[in-house]
């Protein structure tokens, strides 16, 4: 870590406290953020002064000098990272979640499925990013899940992000006879071993790290609230392509590697899609478009090099050729779900290779809150009188000048781009169906027109502003 970068960055967090107030904070004061960063410092406290005077010009500097005493006097220790992957493909035919139309078990296996472990440690912190090719945890799973983890390697509960990568071709989990196929539980019972097991080995393998960041784009996402009309000639929205929509097509990259000797130890990225080229006709177990990235860009990069890949805010977002009978392969076709989990996986390898040079790795920090928002009733008409508020698990957590915004249920589009238009980090990965999934956060429009999202969500149409506001709260506080 650099002093200077931490002195700067402080300078910047306490300019941004002084100037957005918590309790207004909103996208446009926050246009600040962007400023100060263009700006560095010394224009930082030029902004400062004319809003919060003397006082606190005075009460700054106090600030700084305490944070560079605090500098000599008790510097983080340098930060480290491991990784490591365990092969969770099922070894008995199984139900595949995401789909209720399907009525037998899985027949085959079209590629493995895996689970990817990134461990970041400095002084006693940890952070622990966990990607698993699965729909989510659903039937309650979320809770004994992490409970393992947490058990096992004696982490705190906002250091973990167990985030599925929502692929619809991979096993339900439950640990409850009564809401699965006995194949199923005994899966889910084989899973939590093996996720305490690959948690575990990346926090063993932790060794000092360079950290750099770097982002690319990919077409294969598209909005997929595709206007219609039913047979009153009345609009309605169905699941289909709408392109004509502006989707945020980042892919964002972290490249870690060994501060010894450069060597490539791993690569974190996300993409706001959904893994839904298979549809409910298919029975063979897949990862589908983000578990076929991964497995080109592991298979690219090499020497066991672990690319754990994340679904971004991606409620709304099916990839470009969606819901697919199955792999189709006449006349030299590559299947949809292939070409476009390698297209993603390429773009992944290309920022990699070409990334910025600036160590972003600073201090590390986590923070975990489980937000009570409006609720309505799934299914059905808008109805949120007399609702109970509906529960959301959001985990936030920096390193160095990295943050993670981990959300445990299928955020649209349009949430991830406001938290990462005013985040005060100049790098936020946005993890969804992570650590909980309680269905669809849509935005606040998205009411209006309805839909299946809409319909299926528990969330009323006040919880998305509010899960903008209290996570760049939470960012603010790291
Ligand atoms: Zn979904």
Request: net charge neutral; proline share 6%; charged share 15%.
């Amino acid at each position: 870590m650099s002093s200077a970068w931490y002195v700067r960055r402080r300078v910047v967090i306490i300019a941004q406290k002084l100037v957005c107030a918590p309790d207004t904070l909103s996208d446009s004061n926050c246009a600040f953020r962007s400023a100060v960063h263009a700006a560095g410092v010394s224009n930082a406290l030029y902004f400062l002064r004319p809003r919060a005077g003397g006082r606190a010009t005075a009460l700054l500097f106090a600030l700084l000098l305490t944070f560079q005493l605090r500098l000599f006097s008790a510097q983080e220790e340098a930060l480290r990272a491991g990784a490591s992957r365990i092969d969770i493909t099922p070894t008995l035919p199984v139900m595949l979640d995401g789909y209720e139309s399907r009525n037998h078990l899985s027949e085959g296996v079209h590629d493995p499925l895996s689970a990817r472990a990134l461990a970041f440690k400095q002084d006693r912190r940890r952070l622990v990013l966990v990607s698993i090719d699965n729909l989510g945890f659903y039937n309650d799973t979320a809770a004994p899940l992490r409970r393992t983890i947490l058990d096992a390697c004696q982490l705190q509960p906002a250091e973990l992000f167990l985030a599925a990568t929502h692929t619809h071709s991979a096993p339900t989990l439950t640990l409850d006879p009564g809401k699965g196929h006995s194949n199923n539980v005994a899966y889910t019972r084989t899973l939590q071993t093996q996720l305490a097991q690959v948690v575990r080995e990346a926090l063993e393998r932790a060794v000092p790290v360079v950290l750099q960041a770097g982002l690319g784009a990919c077409p294969v996402g598209a909005n997929r609230r595709q206007f219609a009309k039913d047979e009153l000639g009345n609009p309605k929205i169905v699941l289909g392509r709408n392109p004509s929509i502006l989707t945020d097509r980042e892919v964002q990259v972290l490249k870690i590697t060994h501060a010894a000797d450069g060597q490539l130890a791993a690569v974190v990225w996300a993409y706001n899609t959904h893994s839904t080229s298979l549809g409910p006709h298919n029975y063979l177990v897949s990862g589908d478009v983000h578990g076929l990235a991964m497995q080109f860009l592991e298979n690219y990069l090499g020497n066991g090099t672990v690319g754990s890949g994340f679904a971004g805010a991606s409620g709304n977002i099916d990839p470009w050729y969606r819901v697919l009978p199955g792999f189709r392969t006449t006349n030299g076709w590559i299947p949809e779900p292939v070409l476009q989990g390698t297209f993603l996986g390429e773009e992944v390898a290309r920022v990699v290779e070409e990334i910025p040079k600036p160590d972003l790795a600073g201090p590390l920090g986590t923070a975990w809150k489980t937000l009570e928002l409006p609720g309505k009733l799934a299914g059905g008409n808008l109805v949120t009188n007399n609702c109970p508020p509906t529960l959301l698990n959001l985990a936030v957590a920096r390193v160095g000048q990295v943050a993670f915004v981990g959300l445990g249920g299928e955020v649209f589009n349009e949430i991830g781009q406001a938290i990462k238009a005013a985040s005060p980090f100049p790098n936020t990965i946005i993890i969804t169906h992570c650590n909980g999934a309680a269905g669809y956060l849509p935005t606040r429009p998205a009411y209006l027109e309805g839909g299946y999202e809409v319909r299926s969500s528990e969330f009323g149409p006040d919880a998305a502003d509010q899960v903008v506001k209290e996570t760049l709260r939470m960012l603010h506080a790291l």
